[in-house]
């Protein structure tokens, strides 16, 4: 189901960051990032976010990033 890849991918991100893995954490967010279709305003949003989180990665702040992710693998549970 797409939906569970989504949230493995998530939990792919989020344990990345949780061991501070760079490369993880930006392949599971090029993942997430690859599923959106940039036509919706909703997915451009998304976007933003997951770019958000990669620039947090560059940063080394793997705190924030994984706390984005999770806050928004969470959100995503809640809907389904």
């Known amino acids: 189901a797409p939906l569970a890849r989504l949230i493995r991918a998530y ?9 501070f893995d760079a490369a993880g954490a930006r392949d599971a967010i090029a993942v997430l ?12 949003s998304f976007d933003a976010l997951y770019a958000w989180c990669e620039d947090a990665v560059e940063g080394r702040d793997f705190v924030a990033a994984a706390q984005c992710l999770r806050t928004l693998r969470d959100a995503w549970r809640r809907a389904v």
């Not at 939990?11 to 061991?19: F, M, Q, V």
């Not at 990032?33 to 451009?44: G, H, M, N």
């Open 11 to 19: 939990d792919r991100g989020i344990r990345a960051c949780e061991a």
């Open 33 to 44: 990032r690859s599923a959106l279709d940039l036509d919706s305003s909703a997915s451009r």
